[in-house]
Each structure stands twice: as C-alpha cells, then as structure tokens.
C-alpha cells in the first residue's frame, strides 16, 4: 500500500506542476514573442469613402493607388500594364490595415516620428487619415505602428514586406504568372530555344492526357518530373527586380540567350532572356516595354537537358491517368483493373482474375511496372537477343488513349524500350525482372 500511496502522490504532485506552468504561460504578458490577436487600424468612419491610398517612408518606393468605379490604378502614367488585381489585394491589406493592439502607449522609441511606412488614407483629395509604422520590434515579431498618435500597434514582419515592396510586386507579376491551376488547361505549348540552346531546343506539348515532350523527339514524361521541373517554373516566370521601359543594348534582346515561346489561348507570347550581370539576368516580355532583372536560381530550369523532363523511367503514368493495363508475358496476357473511389479520395482498388485487392496489395507492382530505369539513349531499337523474354505493356487511360510499353532484351544486362513504336532509350535487365517478378506472383 505504501508503494501504490506513493506512486498516487507523484502523480498528483505532477499534475500541480503541470497547472502551474500552464497558469504562468496563459499569464505571459504581450511583447513576449506570442503571436498577438488580430484586429485592425486605422479607424475609419467611412472607409467606402477613401479614393487614394498613398504609401512612402524610409528607404522605398513610394506609391498611390487609386480606386475610381471599382477600378484600380497606379499613380503614374505608364506604357506598362500594371498588375490591375495585384493593386486590388495591397489595396484591400491597406484598408484596414491588419494589426494587434499592445498595452502602452506612443513613445518615442518607437521611431513613428521619421516613418518606415506613411500610409494617408484620401478621400475628395484630402487626407482623412494616417497609419505610421516606426522600427522594429524583435520582442514583438513586428513593426510598431499608430493611427492615432497615441495608441500602439504591432504590423507583422511579413505583410509590412509586402506594403513597403508594393511597386515592384506590381510590375514583375506583370512579366509572367500564371497562378491558377485552370491556366494548365489553357496552355497548348511551350518552346525553349535561343543563342545558349543552340539546336538543342525543347519543346512541351498539352496532348489528350496532360502534357509531353515533342521535341527532340515525342515522348512521355513523368507527370511531376515534367511538372516540377519545368512547367512550374516556366508557367511563374516573376521577375525578381523591374529596372526600367528603356531596352538598352548592353541588355543583350537583340541576341537572346534563351527564348520562351508560349502558346497560351492560342496566342503566341514570347519571353526573352538576355544578358548575364549579378547572378542574374535581363528579362522582357517581347513587345512590352517593360525591363526586369531575375536572378539565376529561378532561371535553372532553362539550362535542363531533355532527360530531365522525362524523368528517371523509360515508361511513367501518374495513376490518376490510367484506366487499366494489360501485361503480355511468354504467350499469356494478364489484365488489371484500375478504379478510385467515387469521391476520389485516393481509394485505390485493383481487380485482377476476378479477385479486388486494396491499394497496398498492388501498388508496389504499378510502382516497379512504372519505374523500370532510362539508363542509356539509343537511336532506334537494336537486335532482339531473346524474342522468349519480351514483355508487352498496354496500358489504357482515361482520356481514352493507349499507351504501348515494349521491353525487348538485347543483352543480358540490357532491354530496349520502345513506347509507342519509337525505342530511344534502354533500360536495366534487373528493372525488367522485376516486373516479371511481380507478373509472377499475380498468376500464382
């Protein structure tokens, strides 16, 4: 008993612990480091009033947004189009601006005196109000900040970035983004050529199913190697910094070294890179006058080779694509069924022989029947050594288009892959037996 007594006061001893330490950190005073509740600032009485937002302070450019019959604009005249929705979403962040309120009041420590961000708020061409946000706060993870002179707030570190880089964000989104998945469906092709591409161009195709290579040659590509890799990228092409509407010589249009050439609603729109200068490179849209500077890490993409579109396997097809797939081996076919639940949450189902097996009875199998490895390019199939060890893959999609997969040996390490009637790549003799291995268990 006086074990079990024991053991009954250690546990409530540490469950008082536990309050305790609770009770002190729901006690923790603001200013802290936890995240502060959010409200808003400034205060003002007829917000659907303010025609002009006009934004300056320390060491940035200033900007005025203005807002006339629903629409916005920037306050300068220009040949550039200006990012019209980009506008509305700082708009709608600066009016009210998001903020949490902090105990205390104004001081001068808090550097509103000499702003890092004015914002006036302008109605009839006046100004109704003010926001001023002083130095940083570490303590607080934000910018000190009043509309009223004598209350403070905090503005978090990221949306007061986002205020006071406002003029750039609103030409660079202008280059190139297409944010929404549905600009995918819209796209029909895209051409990577130019001075440091030479005759190696690359071109990307939408076909019934998704997208493909079609230059070099036509091929199938892993779905999120082709995406990762270049469609994403190349579909969120920002500048990182807009310079000027002047394209001067040393800018290096006149010779791209890379030209992206994209059919998008059935037009044509052509992105150039020029020069190389600071880890970066010039960058216009062609017949915009519009000049940007983008840094190198979000150009990698254009010095790819080919292969790194295809992706590691001689033959891939996201799941999602397939609707079945029949394996022909030593004179037998074997058929298998594809189905997802009918909410498409990833319920995967495959029937094969009359018997259905869950997603993790049979996807090893689709895995190893997808990732037989591209180990050497070829130009056209070489001599079959062994007619006995084929394999033939069909695999039928959703689109309703079917794909073809020949695994020919040609050496006792080596098999030809020929997809869709065209071998320009081999693969290992140990990725074939694998899927052989797999066959195997299945018709057992």
Known sequence: ?????????????????????????????????????????????????????????????????????????????????????????????????????????????????????????????????????GRYASVRGGYYASSDGKTAWIVDEELFGQLKDARQEFYIRNLLDFSAESD????????????????????????????????????????????????????HLKGTRYLSEEKKDEYGFDDPEYVLTYNYDDKEIRILIGAHEDEGSYVCREGDPAVFWIRDEDLAFLSLPFTDLIGDSVYSRYINFADRFSITYQGKTDEFDLENASDYTDKWTMTHDGETYPYEKFIAFYTALMGAPRSREVQGAEPETDPDAAILVEVLLKSGKTDTLELKKISEREYDAVVDGECHFTTTASGVEAIISYMNKWRE
Do not use: H
């Open 1 to 133: 008993m006086r074990n079990a007594d024991k053991k009954i006061i250690v546990l409530v001893l540490l469950l008082l612990v536990c309050c305790a330490a609770w009770f002190l950190l729901m006690r923790k005073p603001a200013g802290s480091g936890e995240t502060l509740p959010q409200d808003s600032l400034p205060t003002l009485s007829e917000p659907e009033n303010v025609t002009e937002i006009a934004v300056s302070g320390r060491d940035m450019e200033s900007y005025v947004i203005t807002r006339k019959d629903g629409a916005f604009s920037l306050d300068e005249s220009t040949s550039i189009d200006i990012s019209e929705p980009y506008l509305q979403v700082i708009w709608e962040k600066l009016l009210p601006v998001p903020a949490a309120k902090i105990d205390g009041e104004v001081s001068d420590e808090m550097e509103l005196s000499d702003p890092l961000l004015l914002i006036q708020y302008r109605a009839g061409g006046e100004t109704v109000s003010e926001v001023r946000v």
């Open 184 to 235: 995918f469906d819209r796209l029909k092709s895209i051409r990577l050529s130019g001075k440091k591409r030479g005759t190696d161009e690359i071109c990307v195709e939408a076909d019934e199913t998704w997208f493909r290579l079609t230059e070099p040659f036509s091929y199938i590509c892993d779905y999120r190697t082709l995406k990762i890799n270049f469609l994403d990228p190349a579909m």
